[in-house]
């Protein structure tokens, strides 16, 4: 079973701060990595995506990649209440499944003021 | 620009009906998939569709099966409901089935198997 898993939280963190959200997988092959917000009763919104080793920057969000350690985590800069939300991580498919995402079941952020 | 429209938003089933739900993707994107959400988990793929083609299945039942229509639309239908498929349904559309294609969620349909 090929997965991806993401600590459930919930993770408090104070308005302001850095707020660091991890996620593995369990697919070698897989090449793209996507990050999605759901606040509750809504449906998922894209926030970023990442395909290379590394760090990518949008905002005040930073994605960072590692293929050989098959990790993935998503930081949030300067904290704010509105980004209180369960975060997703997800991989696409390899070759023959490339459009099929295999989601994390998420980590809740609490940002407290 | 439209994004990804779904209907109906809410429905409220007893078991063993029958249930259809559509979905409109964005202007220019001939993928379709659809992906159920149970509470407190994440989307699990059930389908995704290409140019009217079925290109991949999850691990559904066959109660659960899709179609798409010549203007990209598409349609999921589930039979004989069962409980646990009271869930979020997402469909997702994208350009097409490349690597590394974003999926861009409809705001959803709540079903609610009584």
């Known amino acids: 079973q090929k997965e991806v898993e993401q600590n459930s939280g919930p993770l408090s963190v104070p308005e302001g701060a850095i707020a660091s959200l991890n996620c593995t997988y369990s697919d070698r092959g897989s090449q793209s990595f996507f990050w999605y917000r759901q606040y509750s009763g809504k449906s998922p919104e894209l926030i970023m995506f990442?395909?290379?080793?590394g760090d990518k920057e949008d905002g005040r969000f930073t994605a960072q990649l590692n293929k050989a350690s098959q990790y993935v985590s998503l930081l949030i800069r300067d904290s704010q209440p509105s980004d209180s939300a369960t975060y997703l991580c997800?991989?696409?498919?390899?070759?023959?499944?490339?459009?099929?995402?295999?989601f994390g079941a998420g980590t809740q952020v609490v940002v407290t003021p | 620009d439209a994004g990804v429209t779904q209907s109906p938003t809410h429905l409220i089933k007893t078991r063993g009906q029958h249930v259809t739900l559509r979905c409109s993707p964005i202007?220019?994107?001939?993928?379709v998939s659809w992906y159920q959400q149970v509470l407190g988990q994440g989307p699990q793929f059930i389908f995704q569709y290409y140019e009217k083609e079925e290109r991949g299945r999850g691990n559904f039942p066959d109660r659960f099966s899709a179609r798409q229509f010549p203007n990209y639309s598409s349609e999921l239908n589930v039979n004989a409901l069962l409980l646990g498929d009271s869930a979020l349904y997402l469909c997702?559309?994208?350009?097409?089935?490349?690597?590394?294609?974003?999926?861009?969620f409809g705001e959803g349909s709540w079903l609610t198997v009584v």
């Open positions: 997800a991989a696409e498919g390899t070759t023959d499944s490339w459009g099929k995402f295999q």
């Open positions: 990442i395909y290379s080793n």
């Open positions: 997702a559309s994208s350009l097409n089935p490349s690597s590394g294609n974003t999926i861009y």
């Open positions: 202007s220019g994107h001939k993928s």
